[in-house]
């Protein structure tokens, strides 16, 4: 018989409170981000994830071998995307297609300065997880956002100082402006 758990009753206890908090801010942060910031041993931050995770409280996405949290307020698909922005090399390239349009794999290397190889693999990985797609012209592959550039916009300017990139900070100016 399994009981049900306000959100109180599970963040009695000041650690839980402070986790809680720092996930809503930084919403897809992984174990390690928040072991650093939260400046609390491992083992005890992972026993009030893992309790907090089993009271329904916070939601884990595993991303490659990642486990990224977020509060029980964020959409599926805000969380698969949150869960890429979170990670440099990928909120680089996306950046960069959302201040383009539209960008082929030498512009996106000279903007992110990623090898050729590792621009692939990213934009390979973007691709499967329907962020991104591309099209063909004159013998070179286009990249453009299958991802509506609103809501990315929105997750960007939502979460912006937990980005802690001033790129990311360029780019929302330049879409309020």
């Known amino acids: ?63 490659d071998n990642r486990i990224c949290y977020f509060s029980g307020d964020i959409a599926e698909g805000d969380r698969a995307l949150l869960s890429l922005i979170r990670q440099e090399s990928f909120r ?23 090898s050729s190889s590792s621009v692939s693999w990213y934009l390979k990985r973007l691709e499967e997880s329907k962020v991104i797609t591309h099209e063909e012209a004159n013998g070179e592959k286009y990249y453009k956002l299958l991802s509506n550039e609103n809501s990315l916009m929105h997750l960007l300017i939502t979460y912006k100082e937990s980005f802690l990139d001033k790129l990311v900070d360029r780019v929302v100016e330049m879409w309020d402006s």
């Open 92 to 114: 680089r390239i996306i950046l960069c297609i959302l201040e383009r349009k539209e960008a082929n794999q030498k512009s996106i290397r000279e903007y992110t300065s990623l």
């Open 1 to 63: 018989m399994s009981q049900s758990f306000s959100e109180s009753e599970v963040l009695v206890l000041d650690y839980r409170r402070a986790i809680f908090a720092s996930i809503k801010k930084n919403q897809g942060c992984h174990f390690r981000d928040l072991e650093r910031r939260m400046a609390i041993p491992a083992s005890t931050l992972k026993y009030h994830l893992n309790y907090m995770a089993r009271k329904g409280i916070v939601q884990e996405k595993r991303s």
